[in-house]
């Protein structure tokens, strides 16, 4: 039963990456979008990316209410992602997809580690 811990705490930090990477592919693939790619006219909708970088440092140094936070801040994308998937065309709508599949894995990993946390609370404190 040695093994279990190290394990969980397995998960946990390799939770941490995949949430990490997310959060940084979802605001690449914003500021892409509003920029360069597929731009709606007015650039200043790039910043609606910003809110994920608030909860970066806390999802860096392990604190579970950041993880609790950005789960619930990622729907805000998927509403966005849905939006911009079934009303736009081209490659706005293709981006639009990329945004959903990117919060549906960022919600899945920060679930998994949620979960992981509350099932070995003495394993990942800072």
């Known amino acids: 039963m040695t093994d279990l811990p190290v394990a969980a705490d397995a ?6 990456a ?3 990477t997310l959060m940084l592919a979802l605001v690449a693939l914003g ?3 509003e920029l360069w ?3 709606t006219g007015s650039r200043s909708l790039a910043f609606k990316v910003l809110p994920l970088i608030v909860p970066l440092a806390g999802v860096l140094k392990l ?7 950005l789960s619930l801040l990622v729907w805000v994308y998927v ?14 709508a293709r981006l639009a997809w990329v945004e959903l599949v990117l919060c549906g894995l960022l919600f899945a990993t ?3 580690h949620i979960r992981w946390r509350l099932g070995h609370p003495k394993l990942a404190t800072p």
């Not at 998960?11 to 941490?16: A, C, E, L, N, P």
């Open 110 to 112: 920060c679930t998994l």
């Open 63 to 69: 604190r579970l209410a950041s993880y609790r936070g």
């Open 11 to 16: 998960v946990i930090r390799g939770t941490r």
């Open 31 to 33: 500021m892409a979008w």
């Open 18 to 20: 995949a949430t990490a």
């Open 37 to 39: 790619l597929a731009p």
């Open 79 to 92: 509403c966005e992602g849905a939006l911009r998937a079934s009303s736009d065309t081209g490659l706005s």
